[in-house]
């Protein structure tokens, strides 16, 4: 019944900045947690960050200075910006939401990130 539809991503230099949007729509109740995931070439999926409904958040080390996760609770949306980015950024980035009450997770389709001069 949750849809999560992803923007934002596209070919990038390294240094460059991208801004990655994914909302939330096909439902009222509210989101617990939403945030960001990437798998690389080779990789698994991994953890990049996340925000809950009050506002904590959680970054991978890896990005910790680099990335920022902003989320607008009343559109069910979250951003990810992304500054000084790295070829070993690259990577399919997915969106991720958590509803506890419903005991539901959904995931978006993925939007790719390319980091490459």
């Known amino acids: 019944q949750v849809q999560l539809v992803e923007s934002g991503g596209g070919l990038v230099q390294p240094g460059g900045s991208l801004r990655l949007s994914c909302s939330a729509s096909?439902?009222?109740?509210?989101?617990?947690?939403m945030g960001w995931y990437r798998q690389a070439p080779g990789k698994q999926r991994e953890p990049v960050a996340s925000?809950?409904?009050?506002?904590?958040?959680n970054y991978a080390g890896s990005v910790k200075g680099r990335f920022t996760i902003s989320r607008d609770n009343a559109k069910n949306t979250v951003y990810l910006q992304m500054n000084s980015l790295k070829p070993e950024d690259t990577a399919v980035y997915y969106c991720?939401?958590?509803?506890?009450?419903?005991?539901?997770?959904?995931w978006g389709q993925g939007t790719l990130v390319t980091v490459s001069s």
């Open positions: 096909g439902g009222i109740f509210s989101i617990n947690t």
């Open positions: 925000m809950a409904s009050g506002g904590r958040t």
């Open positions: 991720n939401a958590a509803v506890y009450s419903r005991a539901l997770e959904v």
